[in-house]
């Protein structure tokens, strides 16, 4: 666990600073708004709010007026000039997450993904050199681990357009680093999930998917359960962000995420049906045009940000689980 009084001095930090968030109004950049004004930082938020891609803006809807919101694209490179100067940390989320649409629509994933974020490191070499940067990167670059669990010296393999991207955005964060001294580094995240998370597709996780149904009193689809994963409740993501934001010892460094524990699909849609009190699920092979992208069994080595930054997950799956599928029994209306 993360000493409290560490992270109490790692909130505290935030008093104050100024904070730009791309991709804000999105999953993870909404609950790292939500905990950033508590600690008192001036929150600018970027968002395209092209519907394919995760805003939302019921997601601010309790901090609205504790937030300043720019609806504008990170492709264009003249706002984003505008928007990092004067910031103190920058956290990096805007980013196309479908691994299906990368392959149907690769040129978008392409220049969202990649060049935009070229553009971004550029605004902030030209206009603020000496804002922090934490990118929001994914475990999908490692592609089919050769070993379990998966740490960051394991091979980058990806298997579709979104991992070649996403690899590349991260890396131009990490070349800034070394050649500029712009600080910067880079989360892979695994399966993060939690209130305010994308629902009613599969765009962002097949977990919103499934919890969509079951808050509808609808059964799910477990492909093929025996697949085994690790997942990120978003407190816990919010928690590495904040760390890797104040401590410099991350500087130039790539992290893994985990979780609290390896479960494999169909004990995962189990326990999603406990926590629910109630509800059913089917078990079928993978559609094939998923089949020819999936990763098999991935879970994360995540020792790397433990020991660097002091980081552990601080809620259990069930507990985890449990907040979400509240929150979406609340809230359906908004996300669907």
Known sequence: ??????????ESHFQGRNVLITGGLGFIGSNLARRLVRNGAHVTLVDSLIPEYGGNLFNIHDIEDDVRVNISDVRDEYS???????????FNLAGQTSHMD????PYADLEINCRAQLSILEACRKHNPGVKIVFASTRQMYGKPDYLPVDEKHLLR???VNGINKMAGEWYHIVYNQVYGIRACALRLTNTYGPRMRIKDARQTFLGVWIQLLAEGK???VWEGHQLRDFTYADDAVDAFLLAAVDDAANGEVFNLGGDCVISLQDLADLLVDVGNGGEYGVRTFPADRKRIDIGDYYADDAHIRATL????RTSLREGLA???????RHLVHYL
Request: proline share 10%; no cysteine.
């Open 1 to 10: 666990m993360i000493p409290v009084s560490r992270f109490a001095d790692v």
């Open 80 to 90: 984003m000039a505008y928007l990092v100067q004067g910031q103190d940390y920058l």
């Open 102 to 105: 990368s392959m149907t629509n």
């Open 158 to 160: 990806p298997v579709d």
């Open 219 to 221: 059964p799910f689809e």
């Open 310 to 313: 002091g980081w552990t997950p």
């Open 323 to 329: 907040q979400t599928v509240d929150y979406y029994r």
